[in-house]
């Protein structure tokens, strides 16, 4: 969800409910959604861009609905869902009805409701409400912000009984305006590990290729790369997902046409050993789409290109906001803070959805388990173990 303090006093005109159900009526309210999207100082990814390459390589998960709110001719509001078919849960494996759950790309994400003002907010959550089948709905990876209790609260007062959790975090690095700087507030292990870095990188004679324009080359190179990483092995990366190529290609070409992308690409000789891409949105970078080759772990090759891309994005002058996804161990040594996101699944009291997601909180109860069921993916470490480790 966009930041809270994008909202505005809405005007008196009548709010009008549009479902979009085809990308092509999507694609024809382009400039709206972009008009839209800045004015509510919305992420990466409701952005017009992301949701076209993310059409181009994937399509949607299930049956588009777009959810718009307009006002006087202007969009004000939008969310970006879809219909899709769940199972009940983990413990339950049978599937239930559609529900209707945040169009987000199959490789990285967060969805978010958008919206100009409190006025267009609760108009779109009504209209969510309504839209939503008997099943409900269910937002993977929904931002806790300080929108939060409004929106929570329209959702109840639409009819839905809610469940959530806040267990898994994102990592953030803001205001840097200086690399040494910014490395100066990194613990004495992290600027030790840079320097060592260095040094290795340096014995094996490895360049940093950087790439701004649209040029497709750097895009296959970093596919064909992706394709030695131990997420292919784990059907995580990019370039093992059906229509990821396409998506990166579509997602370049937009970003790097704006000025909003920097792919890199470390190699040793004639070799590439780890990539990283970074984009652009608004006023902050997304660090996305980071692999490596496993034959040259030696050298550390991802932290490497990760605090290369980093010192280059920084080198441009202007302070910058850093995002860098789904918070793990690994990125802690690079954020400042990080903020929370949740699960969320909403169901109309008194159905069999409801009565079964009480079956689950009582199994839970058994259990010892606290919140919604985590959705575990595969690691790095369990990967290289052959499959000894934890999935």
Not at 189 to 196: A, E, G, I
Request: with cysteine; glycine share 8%.
């Amino acid at each position: 969800m966009n930041d809270g303090a994008a909202l505005k006093a809405a005007a008196p005109e009548q709010l009008q409910t549009r479902i979009l159900r085809r990308w092509k009526d999507v694609a024809q309210l382009e400039p709206e959604w972009r008009s839209m999207h800045e004015r509510c100082r919305g992420r990466l990814y409701s952005s017009f861009d992301w949701l076209a390459a993310q059409h181009a390589g994937f399509g949607p998960a299930g049956d588009l609905r777009i959810i718009t709110i307009f006002q006087a001719g202007r969009m004000v509001a939008a969310a970006p869902m879809c219909l899709v078919r769940k199972r009940f849960s983990k413990l339950l494996p049978f599937y239930r009805p559609r529900v209707l759950t945040g169009w987000m790309c199959k490789y990285a994400g967060f969805f978010e409701f958008l919206a100009t003002s409190r006025e267009a907010l609760r108009a779109l959550l009504g209209a969510v409400c309504r839209a939503a089948p008997r099943a409900g709905i269910e937002l993977a990876l929904f931002r806790v912000c300080t929108r939060d209790v409004l929106a929570t609260r329209c959702l109840r007062l639409g009819g839905l009984e809610l469940w959530q959790d806040r267990a898994q975090g994102s990592s953030i690095a803001e205001n840097l305006t200086d690399w040494e700087s910014y490395l100066q507030t990194r613990s004495r292990s992290f600027r030790k590990k840079v320097r060592v870095s260095n040094r290795q990188l340096q014995e094996a004679k490895a360049e940093l290729d950087v790439f701004q324009s649209q040029d497709n080359a750097p895009v296959q190179r970093m596919l064909k790369l992706s394709q030695r990483s131990w997420k292919q092995k784990s059907g995580t990366g990019l370039a093992a997902l059906l229509g990821g190529g396409a998506f990166l290609q579509e997602l370049w070409r937009r970003l790097a046409a704006r000025g909003c992308g920097s792919l890199v690409l470390l190699r040793a000789g004639e070799q590439d050993i780890a990539s990283f891409c970074a984009v652009r949105c608004q006023s902050t970078w997304y660090g996305l789409f980071s692999e490596f080759d496993e034959a040259f772990s030696e050298l550390s090759p991802g932290r490497c290109v990760m605090y290369r891309s980093l010192q280059a994005v920084i080198g441009q002058g202007q302070p910058v906001r850093f995002e860098f996804g789904r918070r793990t161990h690994y990125l802690r040594d690079f954020e400042t803070g990080s903020y929370q996101v949740r699960r969320l699944r909403g169901v109309r009291r008194g159905g069999l959805a409801f009565w079964l997601l009480k079956l689950e909180d009582a199994l839970r109860g058994l259990t010892g388990q606290r919140g919604l069921l985590a959705n575990r993916r595969p690691r790095r470490a369990d990967i290289l173990a052959d499959g000894k480790g934890r999935l």
